[in-house]
């Protein structure tokens, strides 16, 4: 019998255990021995659970099993979650997880320490929920140069964008709508200020390029400052604002990360990705563009992804999968996005805005313009041209004498 | 040193040699060994070839060396291809394909043959090209019940009917166009008459649902009869005309298997598939629907998927990765298409076709009417109620009597 602990009984946990069990059988016939949950660790009570039988409050009961071969680690946070993950590995016991937190904070070494310990340590379910991405980045697309990864990596954030485009919400309202709705938390901060589509980004990166990305040196900016208005001149110009993460190689070996808001194409796939979807484009050299598309979040999407690593690990007891990037400590890894060229969306007040485009125009270029119903006189919009950030900093810094920067939006 | 066999240097085998040589230090590394292509066999000559050194015509020279760990079989077919592919197998040789025609017709026996031998069949270039579906499907979806796969497959086809919708071409020029830009061979027929998408729907299939399906069994009809009237009332409508191939589990144990062109609704993203691009939407119990896109054809893009399992095969020598599906010789295991309930687009020619609306809407009850600028007195198009499409035949048998039936095409 190859059995399996679940430790954190909340909204994934009790999802990965409800599909499990749904499927028990099926799951047995496909690892070719009858597996089952052994297993489920909390310090709640659940008087009345289906599973009530197998809660246990104390972790080592798990660890000290013998019969025990994965652990789902449901817990979250790269605190208690990181002591019992090396726990765990380092007595050979597989351990899944969708914690992004913690495999952005420690992937590198837990994975070492599986390895070390002839067990696994998988996270599909960590990026884009119970979108397939790690598995096929780590292995279908293995005999590509991964030239760049761009993503809708955060449900909550999509969603109050789709909102705010589709309905013509402000920020706020759409914020309040989604927390109405169970998509945002109380305390919304890591999603609407990207910081939890910034330990995906770092997590696709470090998988894509060998290292490990660390999410404090990733520049990461939020949707709270968007506007209708920038909305608007996007919709017009052609483009959808969305919360973008990416990743690309940087000269010198270095990556370039950024989580930001981005005006995307339309005829781009990922500008027809809504409400609290997830979609994650990859180019390789060999494969061109692929995209893939789902639920970033939930219940059981994102157990959906748990299961299937659980499954795997079953499969593959004591073989090591191949998975895996190097620690990096090197500060510099990440390189400076304001060397990177970009075309950047500029709104700016002023008391009169069409005097100034003549100085605009000298300083940037060509550049385009953009409309929306009702411009007032002190307002205007325009996309700059291709160039470093750095340079487009510049000339804004200029241009701030004589007028307010409302908003700056790169374009994807 | 861990060396690697292509057979057929052809459009794909020579892109694959070209991404692995490419790659192969990265590759070398990723595999933890030295590794190389050490010949590739092709009954031409191909002089001045950067790879010319590794040429061999005799086949034997690949079976019978022992440094061979994986071989590329890149001939297509299912003849000479099948022999060759046996005989790898049961030396422990890991073969790798994009060939659909061969996993379609033997993919069970192969499997078996591989797993027997401890080593692995691997074909993730035979659906979609680059994309990828065959690892997703049966690793990370492994934990769901698949409830329905539905996929653009054909890359021709898709951009005959995206010239069709976008351009309003007919269909003989918009074939004529694909076949000077290469993407439709001379003899077109395999792909405008949906069978290259059949044999990847049934590999689809077999997969999700553990049962090999064959070809044979499967309804399919292409896109040869869909004219820019149909493409019009379906715009018109919401619609855009797909060639999709589907299979969902059908009652008793039976699948449902089908390839045909469909109207599907905008909403849904496989409406937004364009050009050659293909797409595989995949529903689970758990994960909801996930959506793969990219290039489902081309040199590069497929020798991608090649490249990647002969890295997995190259990583995991002699440990078999599990993927399979029985064989099944119950020509019942598909069920009647007919007996499933679907929606239908109508459209029918008749001297006094408004004089039919009443005896129409009384055999189906409440359908749609659809409309098109400049729409002749002696025309009418509708979309069915969802009934069983058993029931919108006999409706039609009648309906004939008075009229001629123009088009019929389902909806998604």
């Not at 449901?74 to 937190?101: D, F, H, Q």
């Not at 998509?183 to 894509?208: F, M, N, V, W």
């Not at 290292?211 to 483009?239: F, L, R």
């Not at 950030?389 to 804004?396: C, Q, S, Y």
Request: charged share 25%.
């Amino acid at each position: 019998m190859s059995m399996v602990g679940v430790i954190g009984y909340g909204v994934v946990g009790s999802g990965t255990v409800e599909l499990f069990e749904k499927h028990r059988e099926e799951i047995s016939k496909k690892v070719g021995r009858k597996c089952d949950i052994k297993y489920i660790c909390d310090l709640r009570d659940f008087p009345g659970d289906p599973f009530e039988d197998k809660l246990v409050k104390d972790f080592n009961i798990i660890l000290n099993d013998e019969d025990i071969e994965v652990v789902a680690e449901m817990i979250g946070g790269a605190t208690l979650a990181y002591e019992y993950t090396k726990k765990l590995l380092e007595r050979g016991k597989s351990v899944v997880t969708s914690n992004k937190e913690l495999v952005a904070a420690h992937g590198a070494e837990l994975i070492a320490i599986a390895r070390a310990h002839n067990c696994n340590y998988l996270f599909e379910a960590s990026v884009g929920g119970g979108i397939p991405i790690i598995r096929p980045l780590n292995k279908c697309l293995a005999g590509n140069e991964i030239k760049q990864i761009s993503g809708i990596l955060n449900g909550t954030t999509n969603f109050i964008l789709t909102k705010m485009i589709k309905e013509q919400m402000d920020f706020d309202s759409a914020l309040k709508l989604a927390q109405e709705l169970g998509y945002a938390e109380q305390d919304p901060t890591a999603d609407i200020e990207g910081h939890d589509a910034c330990r995906k980004i770092c997590i696709l990166g470090s998988l894509a390029f060998g290292k490990q990305i660390y999410p404090e040196y990733v520049h990461c900016s939020g949707i709270s400052g968007i506007t209708p208005d920038d909305v608007e001149y996007a919709e017009n110009a052609g483009y959808a604002i969305k919360l973008i993460g990416t990743v690309k190689p940087a000269e010198n070996g270095k990556v370039l990360a950024i989580v930001c808001p981005r005006l995307v194409e339309k005829s781009n796939l990922l500008a027809s990705v809504d409400d609290v979807y997830n979609a994650i484009s990859v180019v390789g050299d060999g494969v061109g563009d692929v995209l893939f598309y789902g639920r970033g979040a939930g219940r059981l999407p994102t157990a959906s992804a748990v299961v299937g690593d659980i499954i795997d690990c079953l499969k593959h007891h004591h073989k090591v999968l191949a998975l895996s990037w190097e620690d990096c400590f090197d500060k510099d890894y990440v390189a400076d996005y304001k060397k990177d060229q970009v075309s950047m969306y500029v709104r700016i007040k002023a008391e009169d805005a069409q005097a100034l485009k003549s100085a605009i125009s000298e300083m940037f270029g060509k550049l385009m313009y953009i409309e929306r119903a009702g411009r007032p006189d002190n307002e205007l919009a325009f996309i700059t041209p291709h160039m470093t950030e750095e340079d487009i900093d510049l000339n804004l810094a200029i241009l701030s004498h004589s007028s307010e920067i409302a908003s700056k939006i790169r374009l994807l």
